[in-house]
């Protein structure tokens, strides 16, 4: 005599609406509960869960830490690119050279123009980076067309400039 399948309680039916909320295929919850997909498949026609898209629910979870981790990247970028800066600005400029199989720490009064260079387009990258970001969290129909992000970009851009006068618009990184 064949075994009829356990009933599905209301701690399953809580369960497949968890799972099907975190966006889980039907196929996925049913692997997970330990169900067949055919049953999982019935259960949530009768609660009205569809498996056609993602549930909104979940699309609205994973919008919100999506502009989270955007916001934490602008943040780590903008640092970056303030503490290369502080770098440029300080009054000695402390660099390591190395010959041969000795390395020394050397400081400078003055960042040597590679170094500069190559400090200078690391800020551009970091800047680029966050205003990136922040353009996929943009408003909308904000006809202001700058953000706050571009005018410190342009402002570190004539901060270099001011530094290394050798700099003209066209050596700028594009952005």
Do not use: W
Request: aromatic share 2%; glycine share 8%; net charge negative.
């Amino acid at each position: 005599m064949a075994s009829r399948a356990t009933p599905f309680t209301d701690a399953d039916v809580e369960r497949l609406r968890e799972l099907h909320t975190a966006g889980m295929s039907c196929g996925a919850i049913a692997r997970q509960m330990g169900r067949s997909r055919s049953t999982v498949s019935e259960h949530a026609k009768r609660l009205g869960l569809a498996f056609d898209g993602p549930p909104a629910e979940a699309t609205a979870v994973k919008a919100a830490t999506n502009r989270e981790m955007r916001a934490d990247l602008i943040r780590r970028m903008l640092r970056r690119a303030g503490a290369v800066l502080d770098r440029l600005e300080a009054d000695t400029y402390q660099h390591r050279i190395t010959t041969g199989e000795a390395s020394y720490i050397v400081s400078d009064p003055v960042v040597p123009a590679a170094d500069e260079k190559a400090l200078s387009g690391a800020i551009a990258s970091y800047m680029r980076t966050a205003m990136e970001a922040e353009k996929l969290d943009a408003a909308v129909g904000d006809t202001d067309g700058r953000s706050m992000l571009e005018a410190l970009a342009d402002g570190l851009k004539a901060v270099a400039r001011a530094q290394n006068p050798v700099v003209g618009p066209d050596d700028e990184p594009d952005g």
